[in-house]
């Protein structure tokens, strides 16, 4: 799911490889990010979030290998049974890391059209993201056009990722992008 080999089992169980050490960090950085991100957006409403924490833990000493891979299950289902059109990108160079089958239906692209950047350029200038979006995401951590499109920063292992949204009513015709 991470592109690398986090753990190894081996005669004496399952243990982190040198990639699941330097991950296990940031997964919980993720989560506390997350964590965070939750609350500011939406209030009070992220109290539900130490029932979550309970129930991986499941009030017992589990492994940091078995709760990373908890952790993950639970960010991928949520990610791709998040409705509203969805992504992750790199603000860098723009391009898109991750969507949900949300957001390919939206912008009527199949995933593989979208994700490494190969079609990103046409997309973003479709949804009217230019320059201005990116360094007001850069500078304030949060950006959004008129057309509906939203986009939050957050910094994992000091890099920054772009969490965007295509926003309810917001969403552009994209005639321009069917094939």
Do not use: H
Request: proline share 6%; net charge negative.
């Amino acid at each position: 799911m991470v592109g690398y080999t986090l753990l190894e089992r081996g005669p004496r169980g399952i243990r982190l490889t040198a990639d699941g050490e330097a991950f296990y960090p940031r997964a919980v950085k993720i989560l506390s990010e997350t964590t965070s991100l939750l609350a500011a957006g939406q209030g009070d409403s992220g109290a539900w979030l130490p029932r979550v924490q309970r129930l991986l833990d499941g009030g017992m000493t589990r492994s940091p290998e078995a709760l990373l891979r908890d952790t993950e299950r639970l960010l991928v289902g949520i990610f791709e049974g998040v409705s509203a059109p969805a992504a992750i990108a790199n603000p860098a160079d723009r391009a898109l890391v991750a969507v949900n089958e949300a957001f390919c239906e939206a912008v009527r692209r199949d995933r593989g059209e979208l994700i490494g950047g190969n079609g990103s350029p046409a997309l973003w200038s479709t949804l009217g993201v230019g320059d201005g979006f990116w360094e007001a995401l850069g500078e304030s951590g949060v950006a959004r056009t008129p057309a509906g499109v939203e986009a939050r920063r957050i910094d994992l292992s000091g890099r920054p990722v772009a969490l965007v949204r295509l926003l309810p009513g917001g969403e552009p015709e994209f005639e321009s992008l069917a094939a």
